[in-house]
């Protein structure tokens, strides 16, 4: 999978899509993060969460497309961030953060990679830490054929590896996590979740 063919555009593409409500969706978690040490981002695209977030001492932005890190780098964030350009799946750190914020990145996989990338996020939170998630829930007949569209676009153009639309937000609570909030934009169409790591007893 790569989005380097579409990143010049992919803004573009989503503002097409979403109109003025990509920037409120992309910056939902902005308040949540507000105070936390160390951030990481993965999969974080041209990087749109990063003008507004404040009081965050250290941000990790793992990205697999270098088109995007690029993208993101250019937007000359006031923030200090570091740009690790990675395979989440494959990215080795001992290094544990507060959240991690999954911006329309589980969407990207078919069930097995999605389960995966839940289990791996677990093992970089602290003990208390928070994972962050925005991504689409099924919605109307109308959302869901558009959806439908955007994976073979995706596919298509950035060999995106998932085929469907999974029901993310229960794959989560099913792998160890509980649901600490949830909003929902676009007529329920996305949602921005957090969650905390069950406690092992
Ligand atoms: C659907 S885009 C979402 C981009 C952005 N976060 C957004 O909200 O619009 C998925 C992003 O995840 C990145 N990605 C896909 N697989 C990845 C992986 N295994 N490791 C790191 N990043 C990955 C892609 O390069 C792409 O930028």
Known sequence: MSFDRVAWIYDQLAGLVFGS?????????VGNLAGKSRVLIVGGGTGLLLDALRDVEKIVF?????????????????L?????HADFFEWETSEK???????????CFGTEKLEWAILKTRTHLTENGELHVIDFQPASWWKN????????????????????????????????????????????WIFYSVYQPNRIT
């Open 80 to 84: 200090q961030v570091d740009y690790v």
């Open 97 to 107: 953060f507060d959240a991690i914020v999954m911006p329309f990145f589980l969407d």
């Open 21 to 29: 409500q990509w920037g409120q969706v992309q910056q939902a978690p």
């Open 62 to 78: 793992l990205e697999l497309s270098e088109k995007m890190i690029t993208r993101s780098r250019n937007r000359g964030s006031h």
């Open 145 to 188: 054929s558009l959806i439908r569209v955007m994976y073979l676009f995706f596919r298509l153009f950035s060999s995106l590896e998932g085929k469907a639309l999974l029901k993310i937000d229960g794959a989560i609570q099913n792998t160890q996590f509980r649901q600490k909030s949830q909003t929902f934009f676009c007529d329920k």
